[in-house]
C-alpha cells in the first residue's frame, strides 16, 4: 500500500463556517489552543526561513462541523441545516481538510488543491483537488485520488461521493479490500452424529466425500484472520457501507498485482454485509488462460455456507473410468442444510447422491443416499443409504436411530475410494431409547440388525446374531457407607436366519457388585465382590434334552496401586519421573459351561487393558476361571510445569496358579503358569519425534505372539515422515502369520513451494500391496495444485487405481477431484500447504 503523504513544515487551522479569512482562523487557534482540533504536533511549528531561500508555503487545514454549526466558541446560536436538530456541542465526527491551497464559499463550498488529505472518522481520502460541498456532505475528487475506509483502498483518477452513507461513484478504479474471514487453521466443530453400537462394531465413515471441509454445521465459533482481494474495474459504484457494485471488473485473492489467477466479470456486487458476491458473465482465468464460464453466479466472501454449486470434483479411476461430481449445495438455514450430488462414471452411468443434515436444540442428524438407476458394468440397479439420529425427548428420555445398507455384496468396493470403507463387511442398524431418571441409574432398549457383505465367496463372512430387543440397566452409586455399590442387568433376545445352525434364544443376565476402596495420595487398594448370574432360555431343546441353562459364579477381585515420583531433567527440560508398580487379583471358581451357546462372545485380545480385566471372553456366553495374579510396571514423564504426560512406558506378566479348564471352541486350554510379556512405550523420545510400539512375547513356543511399532517425525506442520509395522503370529501355521505388514508414509518440501506426499502399505504375508499413494503439492501466493494417485487393493477382482488433480484458490473455491480427505486419513500429522505458517520453506522451524 502506497505510503501516507509527507506533512508540510506548518499547517493553519480554520473553520469554514465562521466565515473567517485562513490568517484569522489560524490567530484564532493560536488564542483557544487546539485541544479541539485533530493532534497535529509534528506539524505545528513554524520553520523560519533561512537566507537566500524562497519563501516557504504554508499549508492550510480546516476542521468542518458537518452538521453545518458554527464554529464551537463562535457566538450565536448554530445553524440548522437539513433538518438536523441544533447540537451544543461539535459533531462526533468532525471532517478535518488538508492542502497546500483552499478557497470557496462559506458555509457551501471549498476547493482544496494540492497534496489535498481529507480525514472523517475512519475515512481518509488523498487526491491532486477535492471539492468539498458542505451541506450535502459530498466529495468531489480527481487526481492521483485515493480513499482508504472500512478497510478497503480505491485508487481512481476521479471519485464522486456522499461521506455520511457512502453513496457515489469512481471509474477506472484500482481496489484492494481486507476483511475478517475464519481462521485457515481452524476445524470448525460440529455436532458429531454418534450413537451406540453393539460389540464395539463402528458405525461407519460418511459416504459423501465432496463436501469441502467449510460446509458444516459448526458448533464453536472460529478464531478470525483477514483476507484480502483486489482488482480493477472501469466503474465502481458506492451503494452505502459494506456494498460494491462494479462494473467490467477482475477479482483476485492474489497480492494487487500479481493476479496469477482473476475473475473477470462484465457486473460485479460484492455485498459484505450477507459475505455473498454476485457476478455475471463472468470468467475464469488462470495463469492468462480461460479455464471457466459463469453467465451467472454467486460466491461467498467469508468461507461460510451458502447456497449454490460447489466445486466440481473429477477424477479417473480403473474401476470407473472418467468420474465427474457436481455438487449443490443448498443452506436451508443456519442448522439445516442438504447437498445434492449428480455423478457421472464413464464405465457405470449416472449416479444420483444426497444428503441432508439438521441440527436442533435437542436433536441432530443426518441422511444420505445414493441411487445408480442402472451400472453398466453389472446391469442392475445399484444403491446405498445410511440414516442417523439422535434425540433427547426430554424427562431422562432420549432416543438415537443408525441404520444403513447397500444393494449388493460389492457395493463399497466398486463405487468407494477408501480403504476402510471397501474393507467394511458388517452394517449395524439399530434402535435405540435410553432412559435415565437418576445419575447413578441408566436403562436403554435396543433392537440390532445387521447386513453382512461377502465380497469375497471363498473366504466367507459369519452372520451375527441380531438382538431383537436387548435391554440393559446399570447402575452405580459411590460412598454407601464407604463402600461403592453397582450393578448390570441385561435382557437380550438373540436371533438368526440360519436357525439351523444357529438356534435361536433368551439370555437373562444379573451381576451386583460391591467394592471398597482404599485411597491415599501415595497408594489405592480396592477389593470387589460380586456375583454373576445368567438364565438361558432356548428356542430348541440343548443336546441334554433341556432349553434352559442357569449358571452362578462368584467373582473376587483385589486390585492395589502404588505411586513414587522423582523430579529429573532431560534434554535440557524438567520432569516428574513416576515409578507405578501395580497388582492385579481375579478368583472366579470354575463352572462347566461347553452346552451354553456362543450368541456374542469370542477370545479378546490379550493387552494391558485385557490383562486388568476379570473375563478373558467379550459378552457373557463365556466366564472364564481364574486364580490369576497380574503385575505390571508404568513409568511416565511429566512436564514438570503443565503435568502434561510425555512419554509412558509399561510391561506386564500374568501368573496363573490353576491350569485353565474353560475355553470356547476351537481355543487350546492355556496349562503353564505364566501368560505372554506385555511390554509398551509411547510419547517422545527425541525432539519432534514420536514413538509408539507394543510388544508381546510368547514364552511357551518361545517366539513373538504380536508386534508393533510406529515412529513419526514432525519438526513443524507441512513436514512430517512415519514408518509402522505390525506383526501377528498365526499359532496353527508358523510359517504364514496372520498379519505381517509395514507402512511407509510422508509429507515433506522438495523445493521451494513444491510438497511431495505419498503412503506405501505393502503385506508381506500376501506379498500383495495394500494401497500405494503417491503426489506433489505446489502451493503459491493465492493458489495451490494437487496431483496424487492412489492404488488401492480389493478383496476380490482387480486393484483399483485412482487419479485425483484439483486447483484450489485460496478463499475462492477449487477445481477438480479433492485427495483432501486421502491424505489426512492415510498420513498422520498431514498438513494443508496453504494453510502451513509458512508455506513453502525449507528451512524454517517451530
Known sequence: MPGFPRRPLAVFVCCLFAGMQASHAADDIRQQGVADAEPAADRSAEVPPVAGDEPVTLRKERRFNVLGGRQANAPGPRANVGGVKPQNKDDEHPLFLIADKMDGQADRLTIAEGDVELRKAGALLFADRVAYRVIEDEVEASGNVRLMQDGATVETPYLRMRLADQIGHADKVQYHIVRQVDSKFYRPGR?????????GVTNGAPMMLNVPDGYGLPTTSPPRRPSSASGQAERVDFEGENQFRFSTATYSTCKPGRDEWRLQAEEMHLDYDRQVADVRHASLWFQEAPILYLPAGSFSLNRQRKSGILQPSVSTSSNNGFDVTVPYYWNIAPDYDATLYPRYMAKRGFQFGGEARY?????????RAEYLPKDEQTEERRYAYHIQHQHSLGRGFSAAVNWQGVSDDTYWEDLSSGLIRTSQTQLPRHLTLGYTPYSWLQVSTQVLRYQTLQPDPENPIIQPYFLEPRVNVTAYKANVLNTDLSMIGEYSRFTHPDTVKYPNGDRLVL??????????????ITPKFGVHMTRYQMDKSLADGSQSLTRTLPIFTLDSTVTFEREMSWLDKNYVQTLEPRLYYVNIPYREQKDIPLFDTALSDFNFAQMFSENRYSGFDRINDANQLTAALTTRLLDASTGAERFKAMIGQRYYFEPQRVAINGESTRQDNF??????????????????AAWEYNYDAGANERFSVGARFQPELGKVLSASYRFTRDPLNEQKPIIDQFDIAGQWPIAQRWYAVGRFNYSLRDSQLLEAIGGIEYNDDCWSVR????RLAALSG???????LQLELNDFGSIGSTPLGLLRRSIPGYGKTNELPDSGSLLSTQ
Open 191 to 199: 455436532t458429531v452424529v454418534t450413537v451406540a453400537s453393539s460389540n
Open 359 to 367: 441440527l436442533g436444540s435437542s436433536f441432530n442428524g443426518v441422511t
Open 511 to 524: 451381576y451386583p457388585q460391591v467394592s471398597l476402596p482404599i485411597v491415599h495420595p501415595a497408594f489405592q
Open 675 to 692: 501368560s505372554n510379556l506385555v511390554a509398551a512405550v509411547s510419547g517422545a523420545v527425541l525432539p519432534k519425534t514420536y514413538v509408539d
Open 787 to 790: 496431483v496424487v494417485a492412489q
Open 798 to 804: 482387480s486393484p483399483n487405481t485412482t487419479l485425483f
